[in-house]
């Protein structure tokens, strides 16, 4: 198993801002993935982080709303830029260390844009 | 358009008795499935999977039944008990599991 850390836990922000979510992860792990809960709804896919190279964007998933950063196969960081009251989510990351198993989650990020 | 749907937004049991947590899909494609345990203020953890060649695992008190001809995939918990309640997520993925869909979930509220 992957034990994986989130921060910041939650945040309130003001539209127009942007906020750096980071993910830490205790091993090293090939695959890393950016997921958003929005209220009553499922866990989206935003993108997939890829070390030493641009972040896979899911349909409906931007670049410049959504900068992913992978430095290496520990860590990784989502970015929510220009942000509105919709981006009002729990942002999520997620890894998969070996084929035929299941993902690991962080425990979340919860951001209010008010 | 979703490809995992879980139609039951919530679910009240009583404790001893058993919880079924029903899960459909849409994609034939799909080849493994999982269910996942959130409780508020948590990431999801990871409860149980299912590959597409069964059609049934079990692990302790909780079993996961794959019918892929409806394409749809259950979860039971017996006997319930009140440290179950919790939201349910049931999520499906191909590709060599590199991506995950998931349904909206289920909130299980389990009665003492």
């Known amino acids: 198993s992957a034990v994986i850390s989130q921060k910041p836990s939650r945040d309130i922000c003001q539209r127009g801002t942007s906020l750096t979510i980071q993910c830490q992860v205790d091993s090293q792990v090939t695959m890393m993935f950016w997921y958003r809960q929005q209220p009553g709804q499922s866990l989206t896919l935003i993108a997939t982080?890829?070390?030493?190279?641009?972040?896979?964007?899911e349909s409906g998933f931007v670049i410049d709303k959504f900068p992913i950063s992978r430095p290496n196969l520990t860590f990784s960081t989502l970015t929510v830029s220009n942000m509105s009251p919709e981006d009002s989510s729990i942002y999520l990351c997620?890894?998969?260390?070996?084929?035929?198993?299941?993902?690991?989650f962080g425990q979340g990020t919860r951001l209010t844009v008010v | 358009d979703q490809q995992v749907k879980q139609n039951s937004p919530s679910l009240s049991v009583q404790e001893g008795r058993i919880s079924i947590l029903n899960c459909d899909y849409t994609?034939?494609?799909?080849?493994?499935f999982l269910w996942y345990k959130k409780y508020p203020a948590e990431g999801p953890t990871f409860l149980i999977s299912?590959?597409?060649?069964?059609d049934k695992n079990e692990d302790g008190r909780f079993t996961v039944f794959l019918n892929k001809s409806a394409k749809h995939l259950s979860l039971h918990i017996v006997p319930s008990q009140p440290g179950d309640s919790a939201v349910y997520f049931c999520a499906a993925s191909k590709d060599n599991f590199n991506k995950f869909y998931f349904g909206s979930g289920t909130k299980l509220n389990v009665k003492p």
């Open positions: 299912i590959s597409s060649i069964k």
């Open positions: 982080a890829n070390q030493g190279s641009e972040a896979t964007y």
């Open positions: 994609n034939s494609m799909f080849d493994y």
């Open positions: 997620s890894v998969v260390g070996q084929p035929n198993t299941e993902a690991f």
